[in-house]
Every structure is written in structure tokens, then in C-alpha cells.
Nanobody, 121 residues
Framework: QVQLVESGGGLVQPGGSLKLSCAASGNIFSIYTMGWYRQAPGKQRDLVAT???????NYADSVKGRFTISRDNAKNTVYLQMNSLKPEDTAVYYC???????????????WGQGTQVTVSS
């Protein structure tokens, strides 16, 4: 079994910063891509940022220049540093990972439980 556990969400004023963390644990051989998605009330879940095992990154246009994704492969952990936060960044942020559970396995996709980020004065 594999678990993704997020932390670091909360309430922040516009212009402020937050750093999210997501640690993967359980039956893991290696992790290919880790990333973050978000879902605002009444809207679909959208990509925020992803990073491959070779450090290739992909960002949503709306967060480029403000958010930075990073990984600690030794800890199976992905981070999202969020700066210059705006009210429109308010959403539940979900961690996502593509994981090989053992050598020769296929990729399995996993989601975390989500962490709320609220940007408001």
C-alpha cells in the first residue's frame, strides 16, 4: 500500500507565502513524477506543477514565476513553495505521484487527501 500525506496548508493574506509538503510512504520502488493539483469550489481539479524524477518541471501559466516545485528523492517528498499568493489561489491542493511499487512493475497513480489553502485578508 502507498500513501501520500500533504501538510502546510492554511490561511494566508494576499501577497503572502506558504510551503506545501507531500511525503510518499509504503511499498515504493521508485517514483517517476510527483506534482500538485488544485480544486476550487465548483471547479474541476487542475494541474499546478509537476516534476519528473529527472527534475523536469511543468507549471500552470497562472502560477509561473510565483510557485516553485522541488523534490527530495531520498525522502520521497515533493514541495510547493507558493509566493505572492492571490485570492484566486484559494483551493484544496492535492499531491499526486506516479509510482513503481517494485522493479519491473507498471506505474500506479496515487492521490493525497488534500490540504486547504485559503488566501484572504
Amino acid at each position: 500500500q502507498v500513501q501520500l500525506v500533504e501538510s502546510g496548508g492554511g490561511l494566508v493574506q494576499p501577497g503572502g507565502s506558504l510551503k506545501l509538503s507531500c511525503a510518499a510512504s509504503g511499498n515504493i520502488f521508485s517514483i517517476y513524477t510527483m506534482g500538485w493539483y488544485r480544486q476550487a469550489p465548483g471547479k474541476q481539479r487542475d494541474l499546478v506543477a509537476t516534476m519528473s524524477s529527472r527534475s523536469s518541471t511543468n507549471y500552470a501559466d497562472s502560477v509561473k514565476g510565483r510557485f516553485t516545485i522541488s523534490r527530495d528523492n531520498a525522502k520521497n517528498t515533493v514541495y510547493l513553495q507558493m509566493n505572492s499568493l492571490k485570492p484566486e489561489d484559494t483551493a484544496v491542493y492535492y499531491c499526486n505521484a506516479d509510482i513503481y511499487r517494485w522493479a519491473g512493475d507498471r506505474l500506479y497513480n496515487y492521490w493525497g487527501q488534500g490540504t486547504q489553502v485559503t488566501v484572504s485578508s
